[in-house]
């Protein structure tokens, strides 16, 4: 009982990573109907930035040599930013002069793939294969829950997941952009015919998904602080088939999607060999795909004439 | 008011409009009929600026909003700066938002102020819609749905509308009805430009109107005129 305890909560805390990744994804996908394929290497910058900035402002030598707790307050802001800052540069150099000339949206698909290998092989080309270590940000504390191990840092990714969460939902829910996010996502025709610039909405989407995705970027290389140009490659998959099984375009369905994948993936290592995870784990979503073609919490589209 | 000069547009190589001319003043309810294809509603998403892919761009002549030209802008600008807006064919409402945040929406280049007032004064002219204010608004039938899209349009403060078969698809009271509450608009001051299939009900409320054929203007006059010219009845009337 013990060990699915303790597995569970390693499961909430990948689960946390994919649902970070996995809500740029729906975000994208609902505004655009694009999936943004570069996104898992977004993820992947995000933890660069946060290793550039926190080595910055913490190293005794530099011009700042701020402590810890300082040096943690200020990354996870800066790298949310500027994570942004490259999601909303993709949009803007590679998709919309794409979209503009009416190309069909595989294309775009296609340059989203693209935009990604660059940003890996582009990282791999300035930076070298040796890999980087990310600094301590954060002094690790173990608490015990009746004998179930917990580190302060698996709680922090946790709760910043559920923050998220909340916050986006709110976003969506109850802002004006919000309600212009989700009217495009049905009728992107009739957004101008509101007065409503339909630039500015991709491009906060595209700053909300980054962002978050920076965050879990930055999340990630605290909880296993090696850092590789591909890391974002395959946790980047992961996390977009956990958006389409959760349903895309729905920020519900990230979450739920996510922490299924992990739970699956981590309760399939934990008691069979773990060869096995990728096969399982993928097979029961494609059994889950199969009954419910759009996803958990997707709906079909139907037009009223 | 708005003038069109020579206007050609074109979906990638295939012409839709080959140089059309008109006008409309303040004021008044201008209609422009013709069959299916004849280039109606490539004209009036041409004047809301809509691009590819949402519609053809235009490769020649000129259009102008009280003496400036709008070729360069962006159809939300037209429907900011200009307050002139389009209730599109087939309607386009936000069918996964309730009725009142269509409503809200739409009010999002406007001053804020008076919103709820100006919402107040929408379910005053569709009082169908003040019974499904919380409703989503893909849950109401045609006619509902109609409403909301010209109550929508307004909530942007427009004071050009254009309309684009208004009437597709309403049964015949609701069709009477609606063309009732634009002739009433217009008479609070709403310059209406309409597209029609069913030429002589748009005819019944415009002042003028223009026929169009093949992407080219054959007729136009005031609406009594062409409501008596036998060769238009004939053709696009069904008389």
Redesign the interface.
């Known amino acids: 009982m013990d060990v699915f305890l303790q597995q569970c909560v390693n499961a909430l805390q990948w689960g946390s990573f994919y649902a970070l990744i996995a809500l740029g994804y729906t975000l994208v996908y609902g505004v655009l109907r694009l999936i943004n394929f570069a996104h898992g290497d977004i993820f992947m910058v995000g933890a660069y930035i946060a290793f550039f900035v926190s080595t910055m402002f913490l190293s005794p030598e530099g011009m700042f040599g701020l402590s810890r707790e300082t040096t943690l307050a200020l990354t996870i802001p800066l790298t949310m930013i500027l994570t942004s800052l490259v999601g909303v540069s993709l949009e803007r150099i590679a998709y919309r002069p794409l979209m503009r ?2 190309a069909h949206r595989l294309y775009v698909v296609i340059t989203a793939l693209m935009c990604g290998l660059i940003l890996e092989n582009g990282n791999l080309a300035l930076l070298g294969a040796s890999r980087k270590t990310l600094p301590v940000l954060l002094e690790k504390n173990i608490h015990d829950f009746g004998g179930i191990a917990v580190t302060n840092l698996k709680l922090w990714v946790i709760l910043a997941a559920v923050l998220v969460f909340f916050f986006l939902h709110f976003i969506v829910t109850q802002t ?1 952009m919000g ?2 996010m ?2 495009v ?3 992107r ?10 630039d500015s909405v991709v491009v906060f989407t595209f700053i909300l998904g980054s962002g978050v995705a920076g965050l879990g970027g930055m999340l990630f290389a605290m909880s296993y602080p090696v850092l590789e140009p591909y890391m974002g490659a395959m946790t980047g998959w992961k996390a977009f088939i956990a958006a389409v099984v959760g349903g895309i375009g729905d920020i519900r369905g990230a979450f739920a999607g996510g922490f299924l994948l992990a739970f699956v993936e981590i309760m399939v290592a934990a008691f069979l060999p773990s060869t096995f995870r990728d096969l399982f784990a993928f097979s029961i979503l494609l059994l889950i795909l199969w009954l419910r073609p759009t996803g958990i919490f997707g709906k079909p589209l ?4 | 008011m708005l003038r069109v000069r020579n206007l050609k547009a074109a979906y990638g190589k295939i012409e839709a409009l080959h140089g059309i001319s008109f006008h409309a003043e303040r004021g008044e309810i201008v209609t422009l009929i013709g069959a299916n294809g004849a280039g109606k509603s490539t004209t009036l998403k041409a004047l809301m600026r809509l691009t590819p892919p949402e519609s053809a761009s235009v490769t020649a002549g000129d259009m102008e909003f009280d003496g400036i030209s709008i070729l360069n802008m962006d159809a939300h600008r037209v429907v900011s700066d200009l307050k002139m807006t389009l209730v599109p064919e087939g309607r386009h409402i936000f069918g996964n938002l309730t009725v009142t945040e269509n409503l809200q929406l739409a009010a999002w280049s406007r001053k804020k102020s008076n919103v709820d007032e100006d919402i107040r004064h929408i379910f005053d002219i569709f009082p169908r819609l003040a019974e499904r204010a919380k409703q989503r608004s893909d849950t109401l039938s045609g006619g509902e749905q109609q409403m909301l899209a010209v109550g929508r349009a307004l909530m942007t403060q427009c004071s050009v509308l254009l309309l684009d078969e208004p009437s597709m698809g309403l049964a015949p009271l609701i069709m009477y009805d609606m063309f009732r509450t634009l002739k009433k608009l217009n008479a609070d001051g709403l310059t209406i430009i309409v597209v029609e299939q069913n030429a002589r009900l748009a005819l019944q409320v415009a002042d003028r109107g223009y026929v169009l054929d093949t992407g080219e203007i054959i007729a136009e006059g005031s609406a009594d005129e062409l409501l008596k010219k036998p060769e238009i009845m004939a053709a696009y009337l069904g008389a």
């Open positions: 000339k009416g004006r309600m212009a989700r009217a996502s049905w009728d025709f009739a957004l101008p015919l509101m007065g409503i610039p339909l139907t037009t009223k004439i």
